[in-house]
Nanobody, 125 residues
């Protein structure tokens, strides 16, 4: 079983930046695609960003494209989400997820096999 531990959430001002980290257990991290999702109160869970196992392919949700960057360090079993130019509408709980089918970049929740506990990101205006 893969366990995901997230960190880096917090409160930032609009226009600021924040970097989320997700550390994964196990020796097979490099075979998993990874993704970030977010969910605001009363709203559906939304795809934010995804990256395949090698890190060569990425995908972003329309609302964050050009502002957020997903990356991974397979030597550290860690995936990152760099968030720039933050807006109040980015406020949500952010979840890290792992997909055993590592060759693809999946933007659907059901594609992911393991999930982190979520970390709160709040952007003030």
């Amino acid at each position: 079983q893969v366990q995901l531990v997230e960190s880096g959430g917090g409160l930032v001002q609009a226009g600021g930046s924040l970097r989320l980290s997700c550390a994964a257990s196990g020796r097979t991290f490099s075979s998993y695609a990874m993704g970030w999702f977010r969910q605001a109160p009363g709203k559906e869970r939304e795809f934010v960003a995804g990256i395949n196992a090698s890190g060569r392919s990425t995908s972003y949700g329309d609302s964050v494209k050009g502002r957020f960057t997903i990356s991974r360090d397979n030597a550290k079993n860690t995936v990152y989400l760099q968030m720039n130019s933050l807006k109040p509408e980015d406020t949500a709980v952010y979840y890290c997820a792992a997909d055993e089918t590592g060759w693809r970049v999946a933007n659907y929740e059901y594609r992911y096999d393991y999930w982190g506990q979520g970390t709160q990101v709040t952007v003030s205006s």
